[in-house]
């Protein structure tokens, strides 16, 4: 997939490690929806809705994130968001040879730092699910301590909607960034639901009408704020660097869907100091070398240069 969508760019000029492929499905659609939206406004004659390089990167998304579907269904939220990150080294690295893009040496080690604060995440990850059933989830959702959380964020989500982003959202990428990462607590959470409701709807018992019932709801959330977030990455995608925004935004996005699921699921629950730890330095490993691969991919540096360097030295 990712190979197929590096092929476009050319035209413009069950266990974690079973899940893990989807992630290379979104490994470059970031680029390619945000190269049409990156173009000189002058030089658009027609909106980028009409662009097919954008439509590609959008249909890859899509594909993306039916694997995430079925990885949120199969695996706990903990590991499966985190690992979201392995989509971009696998970007950067098709890029280079398909694309023959440079990947610098703090590119090359930002790839080998995500994939091994992958591995990490992997083996300190819980290796059980806390939410099983229907019935479960329910309760969990009706949780005052969950229902107090997501009022906070809907008042959060009004507050930065409707009065800060149309006066700073175009000069502050944190506002565009907060938005979409806040959406996160409804999008993620309303995945993994979907998939447990789902299980009983084809059951001819009692509680297949409410899983059914259940499952409806819960798509009516995700498809309105997948539609949001849509919009306002598109957005900040007109406004900023995709690269600094790719960065910020998993760091940001990731915490507070863990946030979120943490409260909900209750994952962390399972999971004991050393593994907690271990997963702290996984996601921190991770981070860091999203930073170097994304913010500094543009930085002419290679062991040449620091062999130059050396040589002037002595």
């Known amino acids: 997939m990712v190979g197929a969508q590096c092929l476009l760019r050319r035209s413009d000029g069950p266990p974690a490690f079973a899940v893990t492929p989807a992630w290379g499905a979104l490994g470059g659609q970031d680029l390619l929806t945000s190269r049409p939206l990156q173009w000189p406004r002058q030089c658009r004659s027609t909106s980028y809705l009409t662009d097919i390089v954008w439509w590609a990167g959008t249909i890859a998304m899509a594909v993306g994130q039916i694997g995430n579907f079925l990885a949120y269904t199969a695996v706990p939220t903990v590991l499966v968001t985190p690992l979201g990150a ?3 080294p696998f970007g950067s690295i098709l890029a280079s040879y398909l694309l023959k893009e440079k990947l610098n040496i703090l590119g090359k080690l930002g790839c080998l730092l995500s994939c091994a604060g992958s591995v990490v995440l992997i083996i300190h990850s819980p290796k059980s699910e806390s939410v099983t059933t229907q019935a479960e989830l329910e309760e969990k959702l009706t949780n005052p ?19 800060i982003a149309p006066a700073h959202g175009p000069t502050n990428i944190m506002v565009y960034i907060s ?31 409410r899983a059914l019932c259940l499952c409806l709801v819960l798509l009516a959330v995700l ?16 406004c900023f660097d995709s690269s600094v925004f790719g960065a910020i935004y998993y760091v940001v996005f990731t915490t507070l869907v863990l946030l979120a699921s943490a409260i909900l699921f209750r994952e ?6 050393v593994d907690f730890l271990g997963m702290a330095c996984g996601f ?15 930085f002419n540096f290679n062991l040449g240069e620091m062999n130059k360097s050396n040589m002037k030295t002595d």
């Open 145 to 163: 301590v969950f229902v107090g959380y997501l009022c906070i964020v809907l008042l959060m989500l009004l507050l930065l909607i409707f009065w």
């Open 223 to 238: 498809g309105c704020s997948i539609i949001v977030q849509f919009r306002y990455i598109n957005k900040a995608l007109e």
């Open 284 to 298: 921190t490993t991770v981070s860091v070398g999203i930073v170097l691969i994304q913010v500094f991919k543009e």
């Open 86 to 88: 392995l989509g971009v």
């Open 268 to 273: 962390w629950s399972n999971v004991g100091l």
């Open 179 to 209: 938005i979409c990462s806040l959406l996160g607590s409804f999008t993620v959470p309303s995945t993994k639901g979907i998939g447990l409701a789902a299980q009983d709807i084809f059951h001819n018992n009692p509680s297949s009408q």
